[in-house]
């Protein structure tokens, strides 16, 4: 279980989701994105539900030295952490032929060099054993029309985690993924699935016939921080209810 946990992405939906499944059990976080206010607002949310400690910062992924310096400041107030998380993400729905090479550059910044900014700038102040967690998505490697920014940065962001997973264990840090499938109450979701009828249609098509809910992930999230996980690195864990195996709406009993 997570003592210290520095979340990227962490004031709303998936993240911050992580945060009060972590306060929640004892541990401290700090949860912090481009916005200060929401972070602060975040902070405050998690504290008056969970009664644990949280800090709320503002960084934006996309600059290195504003995580360092974030993450040093956090350090001193909170202590160490034993667990981060990269979860800051972009995204928006556009066939390639819509989309500028501005606004594939953003998608890929924020989600991919974000993710590779929070991981290295947390290496030099993780404490060892440590844990790294990426929140991945389906894209990485399931290509979906009106996706192409966000399966490039995805399935970029997959390879990140494998190629640090094998040069950073033998510094004790375990780095690992969670490919979340629909989750209720995301902004994806409420993209991808913008009526009754395409989330009930969604549901229906994955194996345990339900969305997900923020609770899942986090319960995944505190799995792969815990010691019960401790030999388990470089691996992508969908949490999807089996959405990746494909179509299972029909009758099979």
Not at 141 to 147: D, N
Not at 217 to 229: D, K, Q, T, V
Request: glycine share 12%; charged share 20%.
């Amino acid at each position: 279980m997570s003592k210290i946990a520095f979340i990227s992405g962490g004031t709303s939906g998936i993240n911050l989701g992580i945060a009060k499944g972590i306060t929640k059990r004892g541990g401290k976080v700090l949860v912090f994105g481009r916005d200060g206010e929401k972070a602060a607002a975040a902070a405050a949310e998690i504290m008056a539900e969970t009664g644990g400690e949280a800090v709320g910062g503002s960084a934006d992924v996309r600059d290195a030295a504003a995580v360092a310096a974030l993450f040093a400041d956090a350090a001193q107030r909170l202590g160490a952490p034993d667990l981060i998380i990269a979860g800051a993400a972009g995204n928006f729905m556009a066939p390639a032929s819509r989309i500028s090479p501005n606004g594939f550059k953003t998608v890929v910044d924020i989600d991919l060099l974000g993710t590779y900014n929070v991981f290295r700038s947390g290496f030099d102040i993780i404490s060892r054993p440590g844990s790294m967690i990426a929140i991945t998505a389906p894209q990485a490697v399931q290509a979906l029309p009106e996706q192409v920014h966000v399966c490039a940065a995805k399935a970029g962001v997959n390879m990140v985690v494998k190629v640090l997973a094998m040069e950073w264990g033998q510094a004790g840090i375990r780095v690992n993924a969670i490919s979340p499938g629909p989750i209720l109450g995301t902004e994806g979701v409420d993209r991808m699935a913008p009526t009754d009828e395409d989330k009930r249609i969604w549901a229906n098509q994955t194996a345990l016939r339900r969305f997900g809910t923020v609770e899942d992930i986090a319960n995944a999230a505190l799995f792969l921080a815990s010691p019960e996980s401790a030999y388990i690195t470089g691996t992508i864990l969908d949490c999807d209810g089996g959405m990746k195996l494909g179509d299972a709406s029909g009758t099979y009993l």
